[in-house]
């Protein structure tokens, strides 16, 4: 089974996540897509609690599914005491389905910094790497990418201009966010009382 891997903070999940699931799914042409919510050693506290993220999530993977299936939740790095490295989730994955092909899904902004990640060689043998990137920017691949794509890396035009950043940003100052965020998640948040 050839499966995809999507990690974020997921802080709240928008449209530019469902789209780049939805197209990972059918550019990889996987059978399976796991949503990773993690806590990012790199980025601060999540502003809400692991209980709503991962309701958030399941969202998110729910709309995933209303145009096929597969999609599901993975809590292991959420569910860790500390913050994780993306290299143990994909050690932990492969481990827990030894027959199963992997594919790390990261947007361009990761991907530049993607060689200070912690064992990044070791992903790199673990799993292919997808990299979805600004299809508005024309962008002639580096030397170090086209080396990279014999490592395992290959690259995909993905527009998305969409930040969770900003829209928890424009939640909090009562502006409107309608077409940013799938209904279901809105709605959540909305019932929620979340980021205000």
């Not at 569910?79 to 199963?100: G, H, M």
């Amino acid at each position: 089974m050839h499966c995809a891997l999507m990690g974020g903070s997921f802080d709240p999940p928008h449209n530019g996540h469902l789209a780049l699931a939805l197209a990972a799914r059918e550019l990889l042409n996987v059978e399976c897509l796991f949503l990773s919510p993690s806590r990012n050693p790199f980025k601060g506290e999540s502003l809400l609690d692991d209980v709503h993220r991962i309701q958030l999530v399941e969202l998110l993977a729910k709309e995933v599914n209303r145009t096929g299936s597969g999609c599901e939740v993975c809590r292991w790095e959420i569910e860790q005491a500390a913050p994780s490295y993306t290299v143990e989730l994909i050690s932990y994955l492969t481990q827990s389905y030894p027959t199963w092909r992997f594919t790390l899904i990261l947007g361009e902004d990761n991907f530049h910094s993607f060689h200070l990640w912690k064992e990044y060689q070791e992903i790199l043998r673990l799993c292919h790497v997808a990299v979805f990137r600004r299809s508005s920017e024309a962008v002639v691949p580096s030397l170090d990418e086209a080396m990279l794509v014999q490592e395992g890396v290959s690259f995909y035009n993905f527009d998305a201009p969409l930040s969770s950043t900003d829209i928890r940003k424009q939640l909090r100052a009562g502006l409107p966010v309608n077409g940013l965020l799938p209904a279901s998640i809105l709605r959540y948040i909305e019932q929620e009382g979340l980021y205000r």
